[in-house]
């Protein structure tokens, strides 16, 4: 299911944030990281740096500190986005209560030691920071002139289509 919000919520950020001007894109709105254009790219980052723990892939080899800089074209952030939410709703996919059970350990950059969770609270976690950070690049959308419609699970989710009913 937040695999599935997470996918949709992208695809309407990236809709209504298209049709906003470049320069307004990346104004400095006061967010954490800035504009929208380092939201975005800060949650591809985030994305991309947990899903190199959960399922191997590339680390991103930005430092956090420089991922709202991550990418510099629209473009590339946009098609990176969406073959991304595809990947990752392919791992969610491959889940199972035997994997989410087990631990996951990593050396973190933001601690800067090894830390250890259950796999079930590190994956908590990753779709709660889509969640944190989608919220601020909708407030720099919403204030810009841009709109999403809805954004409330229940509202915009297929469920049955999704096997969840």
């Known amino acids: 299911m937040m695999a599935a919000y997470n996918s949709e919520m992208n695809r309407r950020l990236y ?4 049709k906003l001007r470049e320069d307004t894109r990346r104004a400095d709105g006061g967010a954490f990281w800035h504009s929208i254009h380092g939201t975005l790219c800060h949650l591809l980052w ?21 991922s709202d800089n991550m990418i510099k074209e629209w473009e590339e ?4 986005r969406i073959a991304t939410d595809k990947k ?7 889940l199972n209560q035997e994997i989410l059970s087990k631990d996951l350990t990593w050396q973190s950059g933001v601690t800067m030691r090894e830390m250890t ?3 079930w609270v590190a994956v908590s976690h990753f779709f709660n920071h889509q969640t944190h950070h989608r919220g601020q690049a909708h407030a720099l ?9 809805d954004t409330d699970i229940p ?4 469920f049955e289509k999704l096997g969840l009913l």
């Open 15 to 18: 809709t209504a944030a298209d």
């Open 46 to 66: 985030g994305d991309g740096m947990w899903m190199s723990r959960f399922a191997g892939w590339e680390k991103p080899t930005t430092m956090v500190r420089e």
């Open 77 to 80: 952030l946009r098609s990176r």
């Open 88 to 94: 990752i709703e392919e791992w969610v996919a491959s």
């Open 117 to 119: 969770l259950p796999m």
């Open 141 to 149: 959308i919403t204030r810009a002139g841009g709109a999403t419609g």
């Open 155 to 158: 509202f915009i989710l297929d």
